[in-house]
């Protein structure tokens, strides 16, 4: 236990330092990209290779899925960690107005649900031998017993289909508005910390890109790039940089000019320990929220281009391109294309109730 004392109070201190503040975040936000992009190559080749019995090793799967789990949420942990003592004055009213708005509650639990699906997606479904594994003698299998959601034209199961595009589509959202908000956090600060000609410069830039339909500028960037699902990254990365760029530009205008800016200024302090330190937790609220209505919106594009063919491409499960494959069968299966546009509804309905509420909770203006 003093062990762990001892390793939380060098962890506080750590981030406490002006010079490792900046380090600990970046690392963070490093670390979770990384395994997040691990966790959508795949798992390694000797995975795939059949064993003996000619069955996939399915042990193999499951575990290096687990090996890069464990270091996704040890990421998220510290993450928590350094965010709880960051904002720890404000946490415990930011969770009692939570708390008050059940319609948050509800859509933060089934996202929570969607998350433990998609980690242990291998332990419900094999991938190789029930995703996308092809049984031709089973095709538009009703709902039953034997598979609960039915089966599509090829005789994959739909309900393990959806429970691995999950993974898909939440890994993907993740990571695409994650990378938005670094790239766009950075300009938006640069934009309104500096103003001047830096300003003019970026925000003109920002405001061609704003001038394209964010669906379109996706499909653009895919089409030139082609379709993969490290371009799908890319193309609804770089749509969505120039709403966080101007949010968090909005809020460090409206900081920059306080009077604990200004005194920071008085005792010496470097433009970058004042960006760190004093403007960026007071522009953390609106990012959040923006940043969980911006995961919905990426699903959502995600499917739209997979639908199209420009994102996932079968046999990869992901809830567009079923949508995509069961179109031509509605009338005669109507599950096949039923059950994944319940997912992406679900899904898109839970992330803005929670972000709803996180705007409530986060609004200073109701303390």
Do not use: C
């Not at 739909?158 to 670094?182: C, E, P």
């Not at 079968?314 to 109507?334: C, Q, Y």
């Amino acid at each position: 236990m003093n062990q762990l004392k001892q390793s939380k109070d060098l962890f506080y201190y750590l981030v406490d330092h002006k010079h490792s503040r900046s380090g600990f975040i970046a690392f963070s936000v490093f670390f979770i990209v990384i395994n997040l992009i691990s966790i959508i190559k795949g798992y390694p080749t000797s995975a795939f290779i059949p064993n003996e019995a000619g069955d996939f090793d399915q042990v193999a799967r499951t575990v290096h899925f687990i090996a890069l789990t464990t270091r996704f949420l040890f990421g998220i942990l510290v993450s928590l960690m350094l965010f709880s003592h960051m904002f720890g004055s404000q946490l415990a009213s930011i969770v009692k107005r939570l708390r008050k708005n059940p319609m948050a509650i509800i859509g933060m639990f089934i996202i929570l649900g969607l998350t433990l699906l998609a980690v242990f997606a291998d332990f419900i479904a094999n991938y190789e031998l029930v995703v996308i594994k092809q049984n031709l003698s089973n095709t538009f299998s009703e709902p039953g017993k034997s598979s609960i959601l039915g089966t599509d034209e090829f005789g994959r199961d739909i309900f393990a289909r959806i429970v691995h595009g999950t993974r898909i589509s939440l890994t993907i959202g993740f990571i695409a508005v994650s990378a938005s908000i670094m790239i766009g956090g950075f300009l938006g600060a640069l934009a309104g910390y500096f103003g001047g000609w830096l300003d003019n410069v970026i925000m003109r830039i920002m405001d061609v890109f704003l001038a394209i339909p964010s669906i379109l500028l996706s499909i653009a960037i895919v089409s030139a790039l082609g379709p993969s699902l490290i371009n799908l990254v890319i193309a609804i990365s770089i749509s969505n940089v120039p709403v966080y760029a101007r949010i968090v530009r909005a809020s460090v205008l409206s900081i920059a000019g306080q009077e604990f800016v200004e005194a920071a200024h008085a005792i010496g302090a470097n433009h970058i320990y004042i960006i760190i330190k004093h403007i960026i937790p007071n522009v953390m609220s609106p990012i959040i929220v923006q940043g969980t209505l911006g995961v919905a919106g990426a699903i959502l594009s995600i499917a739209g281009l997979s639908f199209i063919g420009l994102g996932v491409q079968p046999p990869t499960p992901e809830w567009g391109s079923m949508l995509a494959g069961g179109r031509s069968f509605i009338r005669r299966a109507a599950w096949v294309t039923t059950y994944p546009g319940i997912a992406i509804m679900i899904t898109i309905l839970s992330l803005n109730l929670l972000g709803d509420g996180l705007r409530d909770a986060l609004d200073p203006r109701l303390k």
